[in-house]
């Protein structure tokens, strides 16, 4: 391609910038440089056949010049020739040959720019208004025979973590689909379609573009297998936006059509707490153990409401109901473990009235803590087995219990074990 790169030179020398008055000199140099880029796509397609890499490479100059890239023709070139790279990795993969893969899905992504360029300016308007299209026919069969490409090279980039490229590409699979499916060559695809549209989903989620995130998403809902989790990404996305009333709104219809994703339930559960909505969050407990009352957190929740209302004889129903489902379940070990030391110290503060000399009434009173306690001990025992390097969540109050019930061995280990840690 002798020719073809003598031309490139002329190209890269040309230094006019847009919207600039011209002199006759320079518009002639111009009219050359414009010649020079022709030539360069004239060139580019008698190589296509035999060189389609080498005309590739060439149009990349012609493409990028404001002087001839709203031309259709520069764009049906520069498409050809990565058309031809990509069908000649396909073959050599096909036949089991060695091919380039990084090649192979990076012309695969120019393509579907170019043939979407091609298609664009060859639909524009002429100086008289006219639309003439000329290569309609060479994009729609290219995209037929390239289409699946797309979705191909989409996931090549998204395993090569490049989310930017493989969100493009899965667009440039539904387009096409669409494309062929308007032009009565294929029916509607709603199997890939779907799937391509929730990647495109996971993509912006990797990018952290909630606005990306959106634009498929309602397209991925359309296959059930996948809907719970799109649905789930399109209700972090409005979070993530700033649109707090949508993600509400998106939480509860999410909690009512998909109660085995936690996401929504533990959503609503926090954000009624963090605001001390508890009759919200009270209606909503109910709601939620109608829904399944064998889920552990939907039990808890009816037992922390009431110990946020101090309703601690409630409180302590629905957290032993929690540990008979869940018995690890840490929350109700500590919060049922507190409930049982609040008893004691609401009984021993009633029990100081009582007479110094009234000794059957002090023993019976002692015993009656002790009972407290004693309840308390297994679940802080049991959820210092369970969280054993975090000795902040039952370190005080095992301590206490262990006061209490007059095992001192047992407090001197924990008194050691708080200076160790600096307590």
């Known amino acids: 391609m002798k020719k073809l790169l003598m031309s490139i030179v002329?190209?890269?020398?040309?230094t006019f910038a847009f919207g600039q008055e011209l002199s006759k000199e320079e518009l002639k140099q111009r009219k050359r440089q414009i010649k020079a880029l022709m030539n360069v796509a004239s060139d580019a397609e008698m190589n296509l056949a035999?060189?389609?890499?080498?005309?590739?490479?060439?149009?990349?100059?012609?493409?990028?010049?404001?002087?001839?890239?709203?031309?259709?023709?520069?764009?049906?070139?520069?498409?050809?020739?990565?058309?031809?790279?990509?069908?000649?990795?396909?073959?050599k993969r096909a036949e089991g040959a060695a091919f380039d893969e990084v090649k192979l899905y990076s012309y695969t992504y120019e393509l579907g720019q170019d043939l979407a360029n091609c298609a664009k300016f060859d639909n524009m308007p002429d100086e008289k208004g006219r639309v003439k299209p000329k290569y309609t026919e060479f994009v729609t069969m290219a995209y037929a025979q390239e289409f699946g490409q797309f979705y191909n090279a989409g996931a090549y980039f998204y395993g090569s973590e490049d989310y930017a490229k493989a969100y493009d590409l899965f667009y440039m699979f539904i387009d096409a689909a669409d494309k062929l499916h308007l032009a009565g060559m294929m029916p509607k695809d709603t199997v890939n379609v779907p799937v391509a549209a929730y990647n495109m989903t996971l993509c912006g989620m990797q990018m952290k573009d909630y606005d990306k995130v959106l634009a498929q998403v309602e397209t991925a809902m359309m296959?059930?297998?996948?809907?719970?989790?799109?649905?789930?990404?399109?209700?972090?996305?409005?979070?993530?936006?700033?649109?707090?009333?949508?993600?509400?709104?998106?939480?509860?219809k999410g909690a009512a059509k998909y109660p085995t994703d936690p996401y929504f339930n533990q959503s609503l559960i926090q954000y009624y707490n963090d605001r001390g909505e508890i009759d919200k969050l009270s209606e909503l407990a109910d709601q939620l153990i109608a829904t399944d009352p064998s889920n552990p957190l939907f039990v808890y929740l009816k037992g922390y409401i009431a110990h946020q209302k101090e309703d601690v004889?409630?409180?302590?129903?629905?957290?032993?109901?929690?540990?008979?489902?869940?018995?690890?379940?840490?929350?109700?070990?500590?919060?049922?473990?507190?409930c049982y030391m609040y008893q004691a110290y609401v009984d021993s503060n009633e029990q100081s009235s009582t007479n110094i000399n009234d000794k059957k009434k002090l023993a019976k009173d002692k015993e009656i803590l002790r009972g407290y306690y004693s309840k308390a001990l297994p679940l802080l025992e049991k959820l210092r087995e369970l969280k054993p390097d975090e000795p902040s969540q039952w370190i005080a109050n095992l301590m206490n219990c262990y006061y209490n019930l007059n095992m001192s061995d047992k407090v001197e280990e924990l008194d050691k074990l708080q200076k160790e840690l600096g307590y």
């Open 10 to 14: 002329l190209v890269l020398a040309a």
């Open 50 to 91: 035999t060189d389609p890499t080498g005309a590739a490479n060439a149009m990349r100059a012609v493409v990028a010049s404001p002087l001839v890239n709203t031309d259709a023709y520069v764009w049906y070139v520069s498409a050809s020739a990565k058309k031809g790279v990509v069908d000649e990795e396909n073959r």
């Open 223 to 252: 296959n059930p297998d996948m809907a719970p989790s799109a649905f789930r990404y399109k209700t972090v996305a409005h979070l993530e936006l700033g649109d707090t009333a949508t993600w509400l709104d998106c939480c509860m």
């Open 313 to 338: 004889e409630t409180a302590i129903e629905w957290y032993e109901k929690t540990l008979a489902v869940d018995p690890n379940y840490e929350n109700a070990l500590n919060n049922l473990a507190q």
